[in-house]
Every structure is written in C-alpha cells, then in structure tokens.
C-alpha cells in the first residue's frame, strides 16, 4: 500500500466531527507532529491570537465523553498524569490544524502539515461524493416506491375476489 495512502487513513481516523465541523483533537496532533499535547498546547497559548474560537476550541465533558466512547477503549480510562483534575481536550479545526503550522515550525510539523491538509481535502471529496450518492439513491427510491404502488394495484385489481367464509 502506498505510504501516503496510509498516511492519510491514520490521520483520517483521527479526524471527528463536533459541533458540525471537522476537528481533530490537541493529542492526537501531538502524537502526529512528535511532540508532548503539553508542549502543543503550550505553543498555542502562547500565541493564543491566531486561534480564534471557530479555529479551536475545547471540548465539553459530554463531547469529550462521546469521543472516547466512539475511540474505543483506548481514551476510556484517564491515565495517572490526568486522574487528579479533569483534563478536557482543545480541538483544533481545519483552520486551526493550518494555523499551528505557523506556531510549529520543525522540518516534521511541515510535513505533517501537508498531510493534514490533504486528509481534509479527501474528505470534503468525499463527503461531496457521499451526498451526490445519496441524492441519487433518494430519487432512486422515490421512482421505485411509486412503480411498485402500481404494480401492486395492478395485482390487487387482477386477483380473484375473496369468497365470503359464511357461504
């Protein structure tokens, strides 16, 4: 399989929609660019200016819940460095994941950037393809149904009259 292929099946994996954006959260870029979530997050507050609340935000409990229950077992039980205060995840939209590129400047960021990138342009691809394939399937449907009400009125016209049990 081609590297890049599965490149962007692993970074697509870790891309969730929340809110009705597509968001990745900060540990899942940490582990992707090569760096601790702390040290990420660091970076961003402290140039806190270039993410604006529609380029990151941070997830609720509730939210956060549902991802680790979607992830599987993997974020299911909070590991010792979080257990003693609650730790809740800052997503990071596809602006955002763009944006860190100018706070994350290593020779892997760069790279890892660009794979970003095209991860959320093959699923607006996708997704593009996904409502076509629906829209279709829907007009699909609704000729069927209607060709099958007739036919089935045809035959009910057709078949021979109950007899009457009392008779």
Same mark, same amino acid.
């Given at each position: 399989?081609?590297?890049?292929?599965? *490149?962007?099946? /692993?970074? =697509?994996?870790? %891309?969730?929609? /929340?809110?009705?954006?597509?968001?990745?959260? +900060?540990?899942?870029?940490?582990?992707?660019?090569?760096?601790?979530?702390?040290?990420?997050?660091?970076?961003?507050? @402290?140039? %806190?200016? @270039?993410?604006? +609340?529609?380029?990151?935000? $941070?997830?609720?409990? !509730? *939210?956060? +819940?549902?991802?680790? %229950?979607?992830?599987?077992?993997?974020?299911?039980?909070?590991?010792?460095?979080? @257990?003693?205060?609650?730790?809740?995840?800052?997503?990071?939209?596809? $602006?955002?994941?763009?944006?860190?590129?100018?706070?994350?400047r290593s020779p892997r960021a760069v790279q890892t950037n660009i794979a970003f990138? @095209?991860?959320?342009?093959a699923l607006r691809h996708y997704a593009h393809a996904y409502a076509e394939l629906?829209?279709?399937?829907?007009?699909?449907?609704? !000729?069927?149904?209607?060709? /099958?009400?007739?036919?089935?009125?045809?035959?009910? =016209?057709?078949?021979? #009259? +109950? !007899?009457? #049990?009392?008779?």
């Amino acid at each position: 399989m081609d590297t890049n292929l599965m *490149e962007l099946q /692993i970074i =697509q994996q870790k %891309i969730h929609e /929340i809110r009705g954006v597509w968001v990745m959260l +900060d540990a899942d870029l940490a582990e992707l660019y090569g760096v601790e979530t702390k040290v990420l997050n660091q970076s961003v507050k @402290r140039n %806190i200016e @270039r993410f604006p +609340d529609d380029f990151m935000f $941070q997830l609720t409990s !509730k *939210e956060w +819940d549902t991802v680790r %229950i979607s992830r599987g077992s993997q974020f299911v039980t909070p590991s010792k460095k979080f @257990r003693s205060h609650i730790y809740l995840p800052y997503c990071f939209t596809e $602006q955002g994941v763009a944006m860190l590129s100018g706070v994350l400047r290593s020779p892997r960021a760069v790279q890892t950037n660009i794979a970003f990138m @095209r991860a959320f342009v093959a699923l607006r691809h996708y997704a593009h393809a996904y409502a076509e394939l629906s829209q279709k399937i829907t007009e699909l449907e609704a !000729k069927y149904d209607a060709e /099958i009400a007739d036919i089935h009125e045809a035959l009910t =016209q057709l078949a021979p #009259p +109950d !007899k009457d #049990p009392d008779a």
